[in-house]
């Protein structure tokens, strides 16, 4: 028996997650599922994330998460966000795969990328300055006073500022991660994210350690040029198996990289990427494979792991069973490959497939005609794919 703590979240949250404990149920593997509310609601009453929610996932070590609406400018910052910089769930695993019936404007292409996403740092780390108060207008004042050879030349009242920390050991974990990932899992290629020409201190430091990461693994650098002088010196937990030369290790720019992977996806197979441009990506990906309705994700730590869909908490659809279940479902396969149930992670996987590819018991989003009358709701998706699991 596992235990797993499940976050039916809010907004559409509850009916998917619904419909996928039942679809990790009828696999066959006995879980014991701690229900926790975390919603916005219970959030504005609490007025932070309760206490009991982080002391669960911190004993099961596993979660299985539905969206969390976050309020725009104001109020407490992304529970979703909270949850993974307090659980130091540093690295974010996003799957974008074509299945068959999906349909998408890249019916010829066979995608099947997984971005690797620093989960921690960057952007998000939520150092932010607003502007108007006292305590930005002596940070500018300071940033202009010490020889940074740039000032900030915009008003010292009327300025905002938000901070973007990388760290050596941040970028050279997740790289770690991404790595050891694409060698258990057979696949060819790491491809390492940034903006490097024009932040040099950040994402300069990203490829700077992405490449010591690819040294030490023994991968093969698309750019011969670019391991030179490179020190393969972050051995990390002391297990770097020597690829020889089997993987390759590639680098793009973000902005060229979203142009590449519209262009020709095939090309590409492991992306690793800080944390604000991996969100960007993460959903472009996503439209790649046919939309958030089928893109899954897990977030995951050195002991803990949450798993949840790419997509929001969809407000305006609240209560009518009648979004996709199926990026939430697949969040669910990944939990059961994370614990060792393989068989059971693609024995659902192949229901899924058979589902979408036979496209009758399928919702809305996922038809030819969006209006289509015979849509079926989330819960009868569910009910089609436990069908076909109890058919095999
Ligand atoms: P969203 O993903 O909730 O919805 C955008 C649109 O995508 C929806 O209106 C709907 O048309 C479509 N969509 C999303 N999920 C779908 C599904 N399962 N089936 C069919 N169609 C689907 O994005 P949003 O509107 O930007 O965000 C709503 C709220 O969710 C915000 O508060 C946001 O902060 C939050 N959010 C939470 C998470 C999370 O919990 N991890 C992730 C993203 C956004």
Request: hydrophobic share 40%; charged share 25%.
């Amino acid at each position: 028996m596992y235990h797993v703590t499940l976050l039916p979240g809010d907004g559409v949250g509850p009916e998917i997650a619904e419909a996928t404990r039942r679809c990790v149920d009828a696999t066959g593997v006995k879980i014991d599922w701690d229900v926790q509310e975390c919603g916005i609601e219970v959030i504005e009453k609490v007025g932070k994330v309760p206490d009991s929610v982080l002391k669960s996932i911190r004993a099961n070590k596993i979660a299985l998460k539905a969206p969390i609406t976050t309020p725009i400018g104001k109020g407490f910052r992304s529970v979703n966000v909270f949850l993974r910089q307090e659980l130091q769930l540093y690295a974010c695993l996003r799957p974008c795969k074509t299945y068959k019936g999906v349909r998408t404007y890249f019916s010829d292409s066979n995608v099947n990328l997984v971005i690797v996403r620093e989960n921690t740092e960057d952007l998000y780390a939520g150092v932010e300055f607003e502007s108007g108060k006292p305590a930005t207008a002596d940070l500018i004042k300071y940033i202009n006073s010490i020889a940074t050879g740039r000032k900030i030349d915009t008003g010292l009242d009327t300025t905002g500022i938000s901070i973007k920390p990388m760290s050596v050991e941040g970028t050279r974990r997740i790289c770690d991660y991404a790595f050891d990932w694409a060698i258990k899992n057979n696949r060819k290629a790491v491809c390492s994210i940034s903006k490097a020409n024009i932040m040099k201190f950040t994402d300069g430091l990203f490829y700077n350690e992405t490449r010591a990461v690819a040294k030490a693994y023994g991968a093969r650098f698309e750019e011969t040029k670019l391991a030179d002088g490179v020190a393969a010196d972050p051995v990390l937990n002391g297990k770097v198996p020597n690829t020889e030369g089997n993987l390759l290790y590639q680098e793009r720019l973000i902005d060229n990289m979203c142009m590449q992977l519209v262009q020709k996806p095939e090309l590409y197979d492991v992306i690793v990427v800080p944390n604000l441009y991996g969100d960007i990506l993460s959903d472009l990906c996503a439209g790649l494979v046919g939309g958030l309705g089928v893109a899954p994700g897990a977030n995951i730590g050195s002991d803990t792991a949450m798993f949840e869909a790419v997509h929001g908490s969809a407000p305006k659809y609240k209560g009518q069973n009648k979004v996709n279940p199926t990026a939430l479902i697949l969040s669910g396969k990944m939990l059961l490959a994370h614990i060792g149930e393989k068989a059971a992670a693609e024995k659902l996987e192949r229901a899924v497939c058979a589902v979408i590819e036979e496209g009758k018991d399928v919702t809305y989003d996922m038809k030819a005609n969006r209006n289509d009358p015979t849509a079926v709701g989330t819960s009868q998706m569910a009910d089609a794919i436990i069908a076909k699991m109890r058919a095999e």
